[in-house]
């Protein structure tokens, strides 16, 4: 079975710009969570989405949005980019919603210039 | 914040020695995860421990969880350089989130 995968890989972006990361949960993952990981503030839950339905978001502004498809595939989208958006996204898909074995993907390092 | 904290934030050991780290939390759980993050990389999860169980085993990992104390700890026996990584504690509170310690680097030399 394929694992999570993220596209793209890498991104590097200029300061106003706007980006929009994707990601492909395991195949029958209808859960799909995005976190923001930075050297200083770790691992941030930014939100999470099943059926198509943003369950659950995290203290972040409201510059970062996502959607989710019905084939499970989700978008995140950040606009207005500032420096310190710069991370490494990751994505973690998990049967269903709730507190369940998440599987993670690689992430999209996200640089901002 | 709900984060949880892993102590130390860095170890290094011999490899064929135990390693330990720990894990504090804030609020109630239905469950505490750990999971191994290699540099750069995305996490794998390790191991999730109920709370009304007390300790865990997988492997070579032994995971115990005192829902009194807030906290838990991992221990990996015999490690190895593969076990070189980040491990990380995850929380799911009351709403449903996921909430992540800030790490601890263990370092194993060969």
């Known amino acids: 079975k394929a694992g999570v995968t993220q596209t793209p890989r890498y991104l590097i972006k200029t300061r106003g710009q706007q980006v929009t990361l994707s990601c492909s949960p395991i195949?029958?993952?209808?859960?799909v969570s995005w976190y923001q990981q930075t050297p200083g503030q770790g691992l941030q839950f930014l939100f999470e989405y099943f059926s198509e339905t943003q369950r659950n978001k995290g203290n972040f502004p409201g510059r970062f949005s996502g959607r989710q498809f019905s084939n499970s595939r989700s978008e995140m989208n950040v606009s207005t980019l500032e420096l310190g958006d710069s991370a490494l996204y990751l994505c973690?898909?998990?049967?269903?919603?709730?507190?369940?074995?998440?599987?993670f993907g690689p992430g999209t390092r996200l640089t901002v210039l | 914040s709900q984060q949880g904290e892993e102590d130390p934030q860095a170890l290094s050991i011999q490899e064929g020695e135990n390693a330990t780290m720990n894990c504090s939390y804030k609020t109630s759980i239905n469950n505490l995860q750990w999971y191994r993050q290699n540099s750069g990389r995305g996490l794998v999860h390790l191991i999730l421990i109920r709370s009304n169980e007390r300790e865990k085993h997988s492997g070579r990992l032994r995971v115990t969880l005192d829902t009194s104390k807030k906290s838990s700890s991992l221990l990996i026996t015999a490690s190895r350089a593969a076990d070189t990584a980040s491990y990380f504690c995850?929380?799911?509170?009351?709403?449903?989130?996921?909430?992540f310690g800030t790490g601890t680097s263990l370092t194993v030399i060969p």
């Open positions: 973690a898909s998990s049967l269903t919603s709730g507190a369940n074995e998440q599987f």
């Open positions: 195949s029958g993952h209808r859960s």
């Open positions: 995850a929380t799911e509170g009351t709403g449903n989130q996921f909430y």
